[in-house]
Every structure is written in structure tokens, then in C-alpha cells.
């Protein structure tokens, strides 16, 4: 259709994703080669490797330490601020129910920004309700306000709610792009994201039934 808006990228994210973060400090450039808007999706990852069965990197100790490695490395390469929050793995609830919560697209886009840079970016951390709150009033909201209303039921089961519509929708870990039905996870699937972007996926030369149809013939104990 002429004229027609393309949808959006939907972004998930959990605030204790490195990769989250720097995946967040590029995408909205790669969208606005394309026309895309960012909309970012507040996803709990700790119910997404629940439902799994998995373990998070923080949580496996050399996986634990590659992991910092690899992001710092990753970091100079973008000239990307980076430095350790005040403790990993964290509880982020409050911080991803308040960008759950009604607001104006910009608004939770610059408060997402900020609560990323309080988490890696060398800010103080996130993972308390006084934190959240510091941050939010810092960019001129009313953050004790926005940490009461994330505190209801409401924001509560809309974090859940939308963590369950990710994992029904085969999200299983973060930062994962959601775009033309088609799932790019980890910051190292960019590449990928931006030839799907130009209509050049790979996956449309190839049959991929075979793949998605293999079956077990072993499975670890």
C-alpha cells in the first residue's frame, strides 16, 4: 500500500542484558536507515530461561566472566560507555515496570536511555525503587509517582502479560528484535536484522522445513 507506515521494531529488553544495552545504543540508528520506529518491550528475562530451563550467563561462572569480557571489548569498538553495575545478576521488576507503565512513546523511549546508562553506563544502578526513582526524577518525571504506580497490581500483570505474549511468541532470551514476524537475538544478530531491513534475508532462498522438522535421536541426561 502507498504510503503505508511500516510497523515498528519491537525491542526486548531486560535492564541486566550488557547485551541489552548495547544493542539499545544502536538500534534506533539501524531503524531510521529503514524508517522503522523502536518500540521497546519491558521482558523479564529471568521468566524467559524459566520457562526454558536455562540458565542466564551471570550464572555460569566462565560464561559469567567471557561475558564481561566480550562487551567491554565490544564496547570500546563502539565508543560505548560501559561499566559494572552495583551487583549482577540483579532484581530489575522495578525498573521494567516503570517503562511498562502508560506513557508517551518519546517519554519511555528517553526513560529507558536513561535506566540502561544508571545500569552500564556508569550511573549508580537500578536495581532499587529509591534508584528508579533518582533516575526518572533526573530526567524532569515525577519518579516517586512512577515507582508507587509500579508497585500496583496493574503494572505488575502488565509485565507479566507482555513477558508471556514474548515467550508465546518464541522469545526466549535478550535483546531480542521482533520484526515482520521474524525473531534477531543477541546484539551479534545485527548484521542479520539489517538484511532482513533491506529485504534480503537469506532465510527467503532457503527451504527451511527440513531444518525446522529435524527430530532427536539423543538428548543429555
Not at 523502536?38 to 542466564?56: D, F, I, K, M, R
Amino acid at each position: 500500500m502507498v504510503g503505508a507506515v511500516a510497523p515498528p521494531i519491537l525491542f526486548h529488553f531486560d535492564f541486566i542484558s550488557p547485551y541489552a544495552y548495547l544493542a539499545w545504543t544502536q538500534i534506533h540508528a539501524l531503524a531510521a536507515k529503514f524508517g522503522r520506529e523502536v518500540e521497546p518491550v519491558p521482558t523479564l528475562l529471568a521468566a524467559l530461561l524459566g520457562h526454558s530451563g536455562t540458565l542466564g550467563p551471570g550464572e555460569i561462572p566462565a560464561k559469567r566472566i567471557y561475558t564481561f569480557k566480550d562487551v567491554l571489548r565490544t564496547a570500546k569498538v563502539l565508543g560505548v560507555p560501559l561499566a559494572p553495575p552495583p551487583s549482577h545478576p540483579f532484581n530489575p521488576l522495578v525498573a521494567l515496570r516503570v517503562c511498562g507503565l502508560p506513557m508517551e512513546a518519546g517519554e519511555r523511549t528517553r526513560l529507558v536511555d536513561a535506566l540502561f546508562h544508571a545500569t552500564w553506563g556508569g550511573g549508580g544502578g537500578v536495581e532499587t525503587a529509591a534508584k528508579v526513582a533518582a533516575v526518572a526524577t533526573a530526567l524532569g518525571l515525577d519518579g516517586n509517582t512512577l515507582v508507587e504506580l509500579a508497585s500496583q497490581p496493574e503494572a505488575k500483570e502488565r509485565l507479566k502479560r507482555v513477558t508471556d505474549e514474548a515467550i508465546a511468541a518464541d522469545v526466549f532470551g535478550v535483546p531480542t528484535m521482533r520484526v515482520d514476524g521474524e525473531l534477531f537475538w543477541g546484539f551479534d544478530s545485527f548484521g542479520h536484522l539489517e538484511r532482513a531491513l533491506r529485504g534480503e534475508d537469506p532465510l527467503r532462498s532457503v527451504d527451511f522445513s527440513a531444518f525446522h522438522g529435524i527430530r532427536p535421536s539423543a538428548s543429555r541426561k
